[in-house]
């Protein structure tokens, strides 16, 4: 994943896009950058070996994309999205209340076992999300403007993944070895294959949500932890390992991050450019 999202920056100047909120999934006739309704995962499917499923659909009406091939698409398994030590790669219920713009919910879809760094969310504690605009031409509207200043938490956010984001690796002034990219994310085990958890129960592809996007704000919300039966913990990074989490850095590293990580570590490590460079020895 991480190689992907790097060879993503290769060609294109930025890491992927956060996309345009939870109630759109990927379109592959809207390019990679702002006007890219989807989030991070389908942006990098060409540069992990799926051109063939990212263009599912490509050239065809709005009404046939939502119903026919985007439905499609969701419900192949992609192993590389998979920790084998949580889940196997298969399709599970898409129960979500979620009404998409851009797709009409299939009844089986697949989930991703990892989510991409938000950084520090700017909202008071708990992270929230955005659904998006009502449709691809209020989208392109507010994309001919200043997202920062439209785009809900866009101009206070810290990671390299955020609403219509376009983070290019010379924005992250921190270094890349000193910056998360994406990671595992916590999952209630409860629920890893009925979707009952508000975290995990909806498609892969779709734009910056509680799925795909975690947030690393110094505090006991987003600390990282273990799955935990009986414990719904929808913003923070963790895993089904016992001794810690994975996470891929902005360089391409992946390393194994310890549950009892320092909170203001975690905090700056989610940070592409707070000026706490942090000794590698950390974490």
């Known amino acids: 994943m991480a190689l992907g999202c790097l060879s993503h920056e290769e060609v294109h100047g930025y890491l992927p896009t956060g996309g345009g909120g939870n109630y759109w999934v990927g379109d592959p006739d809207r390019g990679f950058g702002k006007r890219q309704p989807g989030g991070w995962v389908f942006s990098i499917l060409p540069y992990i070996e799926q051109q063939a499923l990212h263009d599912l659909g490509a050239g065809s009406t ?3 994309k939502k119903s026919v091939y985007f439905p499609q698409r969701e419900a192949v398994p992609l192993e590389v999205l998979t920790c084998p030590t949580r889940r196997s790669p298969g399709l599970y219920p898409h129960v979500s209340t979620v009404n998409y713009w851009n797709l009409d ?3 089986l879809v697949f989930r991703s076992d990892y989510a991409a760094c938000g950084g520090t969310s700017p909202s008071a504690g708990i992270p929230l999300f955005y659904h998006g605009p009502s449709s691809l031409a209020a989208g392109d509207q507010m994309v001919g403007q200043q997202w920062a200043a439209v785009v809900f938490g866009a101009k206070d956010a810290t990671g390299v993944f955020y609403v219509h984001s376009e983070v290019a690796l010379c924005d992250i002034t921190d270094g890349t070895s000193n910056t998360y990219l994406a990671g595992e994310k916590y999952c209630w ?3 890893y294959y009925d979707a009952g958890s508000r975290s995990d129960d ?3 592809d779709c734009g910056v949500d509680w799925d795909v996007t975690r947030w690393t704000n110094p505090n006991d919300v987003c600390r990282p932890l273990q799955d935990t039966p009986g ?3 929808p913003w923070a990074f963790g ?5 810690g989490f994975h996470m891929a850095f902005c360089d391409g590293s992946v390393h194994m991050i310890s549950y009892t990580i320092d909170l203001l570590t975690h905090s700056y490590l989610g940070n592409r450019g707070d000026g706490c460079v942090i000794d590698g020895k950390a974490f």
């Open 62 to 64: 709005f009404d046939q």
């Open 105 to 107: 919910k299939p009844p």
């Open 189 to 191: 085990p409860d629920h």
């Open 202 to 204: 909806q498609v892969t």
């Open 231 to 233: 414990l719904e913990y």
């Open 239 to 243: 895993s089904a390992h016992s001794n």
